[in-house]
């Protein structure tokens, strides 16, 4: 499984970032997806997580009612709308994708495919 993250940037605090990350290959190997992020200096964590069969939701609480993840099955993507952005938010955003991993989705070691990163820069 191929994962391939768009849509990071910069951007004042408050404002708001759209994340992409489009799968390729054996698809079929995952049904969690979602996003990790990781500062320089700290462990990666998980931010959110869509189970894409169901399309049930999880998120670390320092990004509930802000984030929002959603999945395109269609189109084998998965989104975060980021919005009322924070400077703690900064941090390089990779997404992930892993099988049954109920119970454990915000553990990062629980994955099995990850993108290449996209940076994420919020300014106060």
């Known amino acids: 499984v191929q994962l391939v993250e768009s849509g990071g940037g910069s951007v004042q605090a408050g404002g708001s970032l759209r994340l992409s990350c489009a799968a390729s290959?054996?698809?079929?190997?995952?049904?969690?997806m979602g996003w990790f992020r990781q500062a320089p200096g700290r462990a990666r964590e998980g931010v959110a997580i869509?189970?894409?069969?169901?399309?049930?939701?999880y998120y670390a609480g320092s990004v509930k009612g802000r984030f929002t993840v959603s999945a395109d099955n269609a189109k084998n993507t998965v989104y975060l709308q980021m919005n009322s952005l924070k400077p703690e938010d900064t941090a390089m955003y990779y997404c992930?994708?892993?099988?049954?991993?109920?119970?454990?989705?915000?553990?990062?070691?629980?994955?099995?495919?990850w993108g290449q990163g996209t940076q994420v820069t919020v300014s106060s």
């Open positions: 290959g054996d698809t079929y190997r995952t049904n969690y």
């Open positions: 992930a994708a892993g099988r049954d991993v109920v119970g454990y989705v915000l553990v990062a070691s629980k994955y099995n495919y």
């Open positions: 869509i189970y894409t069969g169901t399309g049930v939701t």
